[in-house]
C-alpha cells in the first residue's frame, strides 16, 4: 500500500513538473518538455560542485532525482563553467532543433525551480552557479 502511494505521488509530482514547464514554455509536446528539462537539470548538475549537485538533486521528485543522476560522476570536476557551454548542452539535448531557444528553456527551468525554493535557497543555487549564468536565474 505505501509503495504504490510512493509511486502514485513521484508520478504525479513528476507530471506537475512537465506540465509546469510546458506551460512555461507554451510547448504542447510533453515528450520535447520532458527532454528539455533533464537537459536542463543535466547542464545544472555538471556545472555545479558536488555539494551543490547533491542540494539541488534532493529537490527534485524521486523520478527526475534518478534521471538528474543518470550518468553522474561526483568525482569530476565540473564541467559546464561557460554559458556556451551550458546553453549548447541544453540544446545538444534537444536535438538542436532550430525552433527551440536553450536560453528560454534553461529561464523556465530555473524560474520553475525558484517557484519551490525559499529566496534564500534560490540566492544560494545561484550563488553556487558560475557567474555567466547568475542572470538565467529569476530575480
Not at 12 to 17: E, L, R, S, V
Not at 81 to 87: A, G, Q, V
Request: glycine share 6%.
Amino acid at each position: 500500500m505505501y509503495l504504490r502511494r510512493d509511486i502514485s505521488y513521484t508520478l504525479q509530482a513528476t507530471q506537475n513538473w512537465v506540465s509546469d514547464l510546458a506551460w512555461r514554455l507554451r510547448w504542447h509536446d510533453r515528450e520535447q518538455v520532458f527532454r528539455a528539462l533533464i537537459a536542463t537539470l543535466h547542464a545544472l548538475r555538471d556545472c555545479l560542485g558536488r555539494d551543490e549537485a547533491v542540494y539541488i538533486g534532493a529537490q527534485l521528485p524521486a523520478l527526475l532525482r534518478g534521471f538528474y543522476y543518470e550518468g553522474w560522476h561526483p568525482g569530476r570536476r565540473a564541467i559546464n563553467t561557460k554559458r556556451t557551454s551550458f546553453l549548447d548542452r541544453i540544446h545538444e539535448g534537444l536535438h538542436r532543433d532550430p525552433a527551440v531557444d536553450p536560453e528560454e528553456v534553461a529561464r523556465s527551468v530555473l524560474s520553475q525551480f525558484a517557484g519551490r525554493l525559499s529566496a534564500a535557497e534560490i540566492q544560494e543555487a545561484r550563488a553556487a552557479t558560475p557567474k555567466p549564468l547568475h542572470d538565467l536565474w529569476p530575480d
